[in-house]
């Protein structure tokens, strides 16, 4: 049998880095490996209360070479000399600020241990007052509207609102940051060896959907623009870039000493990077019509459409579209909600509070590990029209549709009979209408939806979440075998810059892992939710009128 072809798809999420190694020729995965974050894990940096999390580079670099040369380990011996690809896909908005060499900061003994030296991770929602200002100017009429490629609304999740609240309330930093970079730019330079600010091939899926970057306009938004936002802001453009590439461009070749730290060759090809939900659509074989769902910690919904022809249709209240951002000369659109698991990580740890004071520390472990288990084992025999508890899925804010970070959850019906279990599966049913909420707003304007796929750790190990996402749906949802889909879509692009397939759609073909399983929607459950999406939707209209 011929040695296989390889390639590398790297994978940062929230908690871990996950490495895969893959044969372009099928697909299979030969090696894999997970990193979690050691820093990140020890909750550092991080104010929840203050809704600022910050990830340290520190974590991001440990967590590329040991999660690497795992997986090369795990693969047959002939594996190493075969790879001729690395693809990296991250968070987003993550963005970092940069000295004049490109170094992070934070990788200076003087910002060691500042948080706002660090990455802003896209959870990070202490830019909420500077997102307000950025929509205020750009619907004044005074100026063109920025937005309106991003759905009319900008986000605190966002590269301006982040970088531009550091900048206000950090001088040190902001005298010392050069220029900024996002997380999917910063680590195929790191990789290459050219970390020069002007020199960063930066991500078009980065630029168009997170820092208001179209080419309509020549790129980012004019200095005028921007001065007239903050004074801070002026001249900076410059020291950020103009041009965009999507991710089957090559940023370069492994530099000597990452490939000696990984063990592998100079002329590997090293990718321009991406955001993770959109690699994963790729990896879980997203095409026109076909609605992506990345579940996880939050939700990122991805759709493909032909690039118009005459005037693009502009689709409000989404989280942009952008040309090659998803696939390479197709329109992305995306969407998502800015918690999805971690509703359900929040209602076990509040549960779980009292054994925090009580209990050891492997205890706390086991039962953080069984307790939503045992929650939906008795939600799932809590039939939909039993439970009158009605929740919003807004604790994390809403990004989709129409992002507004200052929202709040809510939970309304309890009453003394309330219990654990059925205020789990409100909770549940909130997540799934806040998914629905996305269908909506995408169908209502006229896009087409013609089926659902999902991956992710809530779409692959949550078969009671599934099912009720598919019921409020209304749609059939096909669960993508792939454990790991995000490094796989990853891994296709890599194929493609080292021109192992000719297009991403070849790639796909040859190196899609397929479906699992398919979640069909019970025609029962189904009509009973329709009317308790409606007091869904009535619920939040109040909370989100009256404020609170």
Request: aromatic share 8%.
């Amino acid at each position: 049998m011929n040695s296989p072809t390889c390639v590398i798809g790297v994978d940062y999420g929230t908690d871990s880095v996950r490495s895969v190694v893959v044969d372009t020729r099928t697909g299979e995965t030969m090696g894999s490996a997970v990193h979690e974050y050691s820093r990140w894990k020890a909750e550092l940096f991080c104010d929840p209360a203050k809704n600022r999390f910050r990830q340290h580079p520190l974590d991001y670099i440990e967590g590329l070479e040991r999660s690497v040369t795992r997986a090369l380990s795990r693969c047959p011996a002939n594996v190493r000399k075969s790879v001729r690809g690395i693809a990296v896909d991250t968070t987003g908005s993550t963005p970092i600020a940069v000295d004049r060499s490109g170094a992070p900061l934070s990788l200076l003994p003087e910002f060691a241990f500042d948080p706002d030296a660090m990455f802003v991770l896209w959870k990070d929602h202490t830019g909420i007052t500077e997102a307000a200002e950025i929509n205020d100017l750009a619907h004044s009429g005074g100026v063109p509207d920025y937005t309106k490629y991003c759905g009319g609304v900008y986000s605190s999740e966002w590269f301006w609102s982040k970088i531009l609240h550091i900048m206000r309330t950090n001088r040190r930093v902001a005298k010392a940051a050069y220029s900024w970079v996002e997380h999917c730019d910063w680590l195929p330079a790191l990789l290459i060896g050219n970390t020069d600010p002007p020199g960063i091939k930066r991500s078009r899926c980065a630029a168009g959907h997170k820092a208001l970057w179209h080419a309509s306009w020549g790129g980012l938004p004019p200095d005028a623009f921007l001065r007239r936002l903050d004074k801070r802001l002026a001249g900076l453009r410059p020291r950020l870039y103009a041009d965009t590439f999507t991710s089957n461009i090559p940023a370069g070749t492994l530099c000597a000493e990452w490939a000696r730290r990984l063990g592998l060759d100079t002329q590997v090809v090293v990718n321009v990077g991406a955001f993770d939900a959109h690699m994963g659509a790729v990896g879980g074989q997203i095409g026109p019509g076909i609605l992506s769902k990345v579940m996880g910690t939050s939700t990122c919904d991805m759709l493909v459409a032909p690039l118009p022809r005459g005037k693009e249709k502009l689709i409000r209240g989404i989280c942009g579209q952008v040309d090659g951002s998803i696939i390479p000369g197709m329109l992305g659109l995306e969407a998502g909600q800015s918690a999805f698991g971690d509703i359900y990580a929040w209602f076990r740890n509040l549960l779980l509070w009292p054994a925090g004071e009580f209990a050891s520390e492997k205890q706390k472990a086991e039962w953080s590990h069984a307790v939503l288990d045992r929650l939906a084992r008795h939600a799932a025999k809590i039939g939909p029209a039993q439970n009158r508890i009605i929740a919003l899925d807004w604790m994390n804010g809403r990004r989709t549709p129409f992002a507004n970070q200052e929202l709040a959850g809510a939970i309304a019906g309890i009453n003394l009979g309330s219990d654990a279990p059925a205020v789990y599966r409100a909770l549940v049913e909130a997540t799934a209408f806040g998914a629905k909420k996305i269908v909506d707003c995408f169908t209502s304007q006229g896009v087409e939806i013609k089926g659902v796929i999902a991956l992710g750790g809530i779409a692959k190990k949550s078969p009671f979440v599934m099912q009720v996402v598919a019921d409020v749906l209304g749609m059939p949802i096909r669960i993508a075998r792939s454990d790991q889909a995000c490094a796989l879509g990853a891994a296709m692009f890599a194929a493609v810059a080292a021109k192992i397939h000719r297009t991403v759609g070849v790639a796909q073909k040859a190196m899609g892992n397929g479906f699992e399983k398919t979640y069909i929607p019970d025609p029962c459950n189904a009509k009973i939710y329709k009317p308790v999406y409606k007091k869904y939707c009535d619920f939040g209209m109040m909370i989100e009128k009256a404020g609170l």
